[in-house]
């Protein structure tokens, strides 16, 4: 083409260019790479890396005095591209820079060197300010014709403050365009075109000013110091002339860019849950006396001894046969409002471990601790907290009780046989309506085996909305217990040698942004999901998408029980991607956005829920579990 129709057609180009500089495609797939060591380089590949493979053009990408087909490039990590043709077989660039293209000599390429196009050389890394994410990414199929390399959140060598992006594109026509976003600092670096092999001895010129590079050199470049950097938020279109004769670059335009509103996938909020689960207890906290009065009365939970702990189960309806009323000797302890009472029985009683308690503690609120002081002293308001520092081997109906209200009965211990009794016989609740709501519990210990039975004849049908924490917790200290629905949790078996299992978040991320030039299938991701049943090697979940995302989340504590940190993030349910069961804890699904559904600006919320047994690792479903993840804000553009 001539001089003149290179000018002609710079409009054109600069418009195309804008409609194709959001980040998108894929990921450039940069490995370690350094122009001294190759792929044996150790450095990390944002500081020093190259993609590997080289990257297919769809076309030839032509550059006047180069009469190689230029079919492929390799990405720099260091903002530069090299291209070659793709029968000379190279594995890596020839000539590339050390540490960025920041010298005349690196500019031009040894002799055989390759052909290079510079947006940002310079020795670069990744940004480490809050909220970067590094990438870079390659776009050759959005707009024909074009390829797009995408350099996103990057800082000079060692700088602490800097996150700037920029972009080069490669037109067909053999025309380059740069686009710089905000934000840049000045620096030692080159910014050109150069067809390598030790092109040219133009000098360095100023780009802002147009200039052409000498005739028949085929390299236009400037060398930039930290006083001189002008290009910050400016769109640089340089255009060849391959005229035989002439064979030069042109900077034909340089004018502010204007990013253009991107297609994205965001991240928002947190999924649920994060904590270190063991074995090491076996309790349900119920957020008011009524709730506990509804799964309490007439049941039992049985302890039987093993030699780490205990299996557990829920004997439902088996209160009533089994209690054993105080008799008029039994012996009247915790006799007071928050008190505690020690006693030795007449025994040592086996405990897990291989030992024995010869000291037991009954607490006026409900702690009956195998040891000589007592779980929670005289503490009244339960939290799972408050269990995983306490050291004792402890039993638990805690909330306020009160045995020194007017009308209360007693707290009482008696040996009968080789079973010791400990009743809470028509125990008063603190607080609350009626004012005369007692309960009437009971620990059954067997002396001999150290089996252990809890049973609930009558609990207070009082309406106080105190917190109730039942269960157990085997000695020693550890991680804040979750709390599970009792009756649905066993056969359960409490071992204080088992490995902990550490429990994330439910994660969600989507990939590609949803460009609708004409459509994308994205993908969304969950991990981290809970196994559906314990050992079972299931994992059950599913997703939503939603027009109504709520970005500060809605906390589900009072729509679903016990599921505190837990927020749904959408506020419809518009359409449900599919359930699915998988083999590990992963899983994706899958959406096409088009313009035909959908315009530009359309947002999308998107939110996983997956569903397991409540014996592991929660329990917070009458009949089922539910983990949420984040909430994942999708946004469509047409680029």
Known sequence: ???SLALLSAAALLAAAAQAQCPQGTTAGLVKWSSGSGYASTFAADDEGITNPPVALPFAFPMPGVTANLDQMWVGSNG??????????LLQPAGGASFGV?????????????PRIVPMGDDQQSSVVAGA????????????GQATVTWVDMRRFGNLTDRFSFTATLFSSGAVQFNYGTGIAGDARFVGISIGNNEGVGPSQDLTTLPTSLATESIIYESFTAGTWD???QSVLITPDFTPGIETYAVTSVTPYVAPTCASNTNFGAGCFSYVYDQDDFLQLFLDVPATKLALDGNALQFTLQPNGYAVNWLAGAAAGLYVAPTIAATIVANGDDTTTSWSPSVAVPVPGGGTAATWTVSSNGVLTAAAAGNQGTGFTPTLAATATATGLAWYTWTDHNPSEAGSGKVKREEVGNMLYVTFDGVEHRGGTPTVAPSTFQWQINMTTGDVTMLWTNYSASNATNDVLVGCTLAGTGPTPASRTLSTSTPYTLDSTASPVTLVPMTLSATPPPVINPSTLVTWTANNIVEAQPSSGLYLSTMFLSVNPIPGGFDLTGILSNVAGCNAYIASLDLDLGAQVTLAPTASWSFTFDNVAFAPGNVIAAQAVALFDPSFPLANGANFGYQFSNGVRSETQPQ
């Open 133 to 144: 994410v590094w990438s870079v990414t390659v776009d050759t199929t959005s707009v024909a």
């Open 80 to 89: 530069e591209i090299y291209l070659s043709d793709s029968t000379a077989g």
């Open 231 to 233: 290009l910050s938020g």
């Open 102 to 114: 920041d010298s005349l000599a690196e500019m031009r390429g040894p002799a055989l060197g390759s």
């Open 1 to 3: 083409m001539t001089r």
